[in-house]
């Protein structure tokens, strides 16, 4: 990678949780691999499904925020870079 990695974490959402809308600054980019369940996914406006294996791409300064919208737990594995 060509910026440092700000963060690394596990996320675990309960059926119905979510991680609200927000946005990092232009010098962040982050990352969401869908390890286990389904969630709906808003980027910048615009909604989307998730599932297990998919990899979302959270640009610098965009929207975000994802939603369990399944019946088991959503499991993702986030990461955060510094973009140089």
């Known amino acids: 990678m ?3 990695c700000n963060f690394i974490d596990l996320a675990v959402l ?3 949780g979510s991680i ?3 946005r990092h600054s232009a010098a962040q980019e982050e ?3 869908v390890l286990d369940g389904t969630g709906t996914m808003h980027r910048n406006g615009e909604p989307f499904a998730v599932r297990a294996g998919d990899l979302v791409r959270n640009p610098p300064a965009a929207e975000h ?3 369990n919208s ?5 499991r993702i594995f986030v990461f955060e870079v ?3």
């Open 70 to 74: 399944g019946s088991t737990p959503l």
């Open 20 to 22: 609200g809308l927000h």
């Open 2 to 4: 060509a910026g440092a």
């Open 65 to 67: 925020g994802l939603v």
């Open 82 to 84: 510094r973009v140089p």
């Open 31 to 33: 990352f969401y691999l």
């Open 14 to 16: 309960p059926p119905g």
